[in-house]
């Protein structure tokens, strides 16, 4: 079969400002919080003077609460719309994640809009910064896939203004620029897992990922790219993307990113993806019910090339080398059997009991490649939606990490806590190893039930070295949304990750 061609075209993105003029746009949105007094409210409009008496006992009349994610929308006001976004409780200051999202929930209530302002508390440039990217987080669609109900969509909110003073300042220039590479490769990472296996296949994958480099400004920003197709793969031993990929008509892939910045390296991080394109389980075939999720199963691979490309667009000054291994997990006669025995890239065999654990046999792949391609690594991370027992043990909306340091963990969960991205620290108990132990081969692909999350990532330590800071983070619950919007966040493709790695990039 012939795969299917494709090309995934951006939303266009929001037109960000920060000024304190004049507001000449359709909608202002402010921030409602609750008071001490029971049932009181207040409007929180930052620098923007608002008359809110009138308002505020219409609010509450309204029933309106000033929760957070809840956003109340009356006509009139100095605009045509006025649209209060909760901020929850009053307070002198608010965190940054609270005006991130509250921004975001407004901006996402915004389709069809044309031009917002928002006026809300920001009493640092830090602030202003969470604003600014909340609100370009909430200002996305995914329309592609609409045929003729298209017209019937809206287009996200295409132009906002953040009100504040900062507006001249050199500083409000960075923050607008960096909200803006922020979102636009959050936006690509969703697109990226929002559209079908039928569309997105490993090899348009990589045709997607290397157009976005060339827009990006390919070698003139750093970026060099390298793919890799299934005859290559397969002559230079690459064993578990071949296994995985050889029951799909559509072939496996694995492509290299690299950046290299202006000025000398202050340090070289690998980032690897898990870059399932489809996941039916292969012939250990997953159940009907909620198959359909098994679209984000490239979610990691996403997550690290748009990273890699944002990284180069910010102009950071550490060097990254990502590699995202890409194949579709089918059952079919040419498929991988449970007890078949495959070669991991540097002669690792392992005996693969269960065709569905093959998020690992990719990334292990990946990973030994990896540190084989440059010995000179300050750290290496991989993302991956890799278990089901990830969701059980931290729910939809938390990551998990798991390592062999430390100081390495804590710091990158440092900078997702700055990033207002929700991962908690997982431990890799060396008892649970001896369960992955295979009769025929050197490891079994999988092992003790109980705790599935945390044997996956004991079968990744196996491929790094114990001397190189290595992150394993699972991403399986919170990638895709199935619930309701919230914040910033849509439905569908939530585009975790991204922002973490860019805060611990940034970090230096
Ligand atoms: N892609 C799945 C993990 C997953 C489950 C992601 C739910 C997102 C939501 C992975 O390839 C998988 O099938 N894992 C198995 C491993 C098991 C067979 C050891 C699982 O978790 O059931
Ligand atoms: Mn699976
Ligand atoms: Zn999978």
Not at 8 to 14: C, D, R, V, W
Not at 65 to 71: A, P
Not at 259 to 266: D, E, F, L, Q
Request: proline share 5%; aromatic share 6%.
């Amino acid at each position: 079969m012939k795969p299917t061609n494709t090309s995934i075209t951006l939303a266009p993105m929001t037109t960000l400002r920060i000024s304190d003029g004049l507001i000449k746009d359709d909608v202002l949105v402010v921030g409602l919080v609750s008071t001490n007094t029971k049932g009181g409210l207040a409007i929180e409009s930052g620098e923007y003077g608002l008359n809110t008496e009138n308002i505020v006992v219409a609010l509450s009349e309204m029933g309106a609460t000033g929760k957070v994610d809840e956003v109340t929308k009356f006509p009139g006001g100095p605009t045509r719309m006025l649209v209060f976004t909760g901020l929850g409780k009053q307070s002198s200051e608010y965190g940054h994640e609270t005006l991130r999202r509250a921004a975001g929930a407004a901006a996402r209530t915004l389709t069809g809009t044309s031009s917002a302002t928002f006026a809300l508390p920001s009493s640092d440039l830090d602030s202003l910064s969470a604003i600014a990217e909340g609100v370009a987080l909430g200002a996305y669609v995914f329309t592609e896939f609409k045929g003729t109900s298209k017209s019937e969509n809206k287009n996200a909110l295409k132009s906002a203004t953040i009100f504040s003073s900062l507006g001249s300042k050199g500083e409000a220039k960075d923050i607008v620029t960096r909200a803006k590479i922020i979102a636009q490769y959050t936006h690509l990472v969703r697109d990226l897992i929002n559209t079908p296996p039928s569309h997105l296949t490993p090899d348009s994958f990589t045709r997607k990922l290397v157009a976005e480099i060339r827009s990006a400004g390919g070698v003139k920003v750093g970026l060099r790219s390298t793919v890799w197709d299934d005859k290559q793969l397969k002559s230079q031993g690459f064993g578990g993307i071949v296994g995985v990929g050889q029951g799909s008509a559509n072939p496996p892939r694995l492509l290299h990113i690299s950046y290299t910045p202006k000025v000398k390296a202050h340090k070289r991080y690998a980032l690897v993806g898990k870059g399932i394109t489809f996941d039916t389980g292969g012939l250990n075939l997953k159940p009907g019910i909620g198959m359909e999720r098994m679209k984000s199963d490239m979610s990691g691979a996403a997550a690290i090339c748009a990273a890699t490309i944002a990284i180069a667009q910010l102009g950071l000054p550490i060097a990254i080398e990502a590699w995202a291994p890409l194949a579709e997990n089918m059952p079919s006669d040419t498929a991988t059997r449970p007890s078949d025995v495959i070669t991991i890239y540097g002669g690792k065999t392992v005996e693969v009991l269960n065709p569905d654990a093959e998020g690992r046999l990719i990334l292990a792949d990946a990973l030994v490649k990896a540190q084989a391609s440059k010995n000179n690594l300050d750290g290496i991370i991989d993302v991956a939606t890799l278990t089901g027992a990830q969701v059980v043990a931290l729910g939809t909306r938390t990551g998990a990490v798991m390592t062999n340091n430390q100081e390495f963990s804590e710091k990158f969960l440092a900078a997702a806590q700055l990033a207002g991205e929700q991962f908690w620290p997982m431990p890799l108990p060396v008892e649970l190893r001896a369960s992955l132990d295979s009769p025929v081969a050197d490891l079994a692909n999988i092992g003790e039930k109980n705790g599935g999350m945390l044997v996956a990532g004991l079968f990744l330590k196996e491929f790094v070295s114990d001397a190189l800071p290595w992150l394993h983070i699972d991403i399986a619950g919170p990638a895709y949304n199935e619930g309701k919007a919230h914040g910033y966040t849509p439905v569908g493709g939530v585009g975790i990750a991204l922002r973490s790695i860019v805060r611990l990039v940034e970090a230096g």
